[in-house]
């Protein structure tokens, strides 16, 4: 399977368009969950995404219980990126079928997706007290190439 990024009910389009980005520039597929905050053919989500946005590999879902069951990625290939994770992004050897998953921009990732998934958190460390997180389409960037580290 191929490593992807996952957004989980992404809210804003020009963060899903920067994200698109990214997965055309590291050759990741990208996965979006519904529901969104906007309309996939915003041209907020292609402005961000440039002329690239054509060569993204988009796959698009229903929900989380329908991404687990047609995309069906291992659970062990599953990285849920929250700034409570017991892990650093630095600490994690990634399997070459990652995917790199992020929630909405203003609470993150449901607790559905959370439920049993503890030793799957992942965070992004912020050396300044003065954040309390990063931008989506920056932690999805730098985390793809954390998982990317040594292939690129």
Not at 14 to 37: E, F, H, K, M, Q
Not at 38 to 46: A, L, S
Not at 111 to 119: C, E, K, N, T, Y
Not at 139 to 147: E, F, G, K, V
């Amino acid at each position: 399977m191929r490593p992807a990024i996952v957004l989980v009910r992404p809210e804003i389009a020009g963060n899903t368009g920067s994200v698109g980005r990214t997965c055309v520039a590291l050759d990741l597929d990208l996965c979006l969950i519904r529901p969104y905050g906007f309309e996939i053919t915003d041209r907020n989500v292609r402005r961000a995404g440039l002329d690239y946005w054509k060569h993204v590999r988009l796959q698009e879902f229903d929900g989380w219980d329908d991404f687990l069951a047609r995309r069906a990625p291992r659970p062990e290939a599953l990285f849920l990126f929250e700034d409570f994770g017991a892990r650093s992004v630095y600490d994690v050897e990634f399997p070459t079928d990652f995917h790199l998953v992020f929630g909405q921009e203003t609470v993150g990732l449901p607790q559905a997706v959370l439920d049993g998934r503890d030793d799957r958190l992942v965070r992004l460390p912020m050396r300044s007290p003065y954040i309390r997180s990063l931008n989506l389409a920056n932690a999805a960037t730098a985390a793809a190439y954390q998982a990317l580290r040594g292939t690129l």
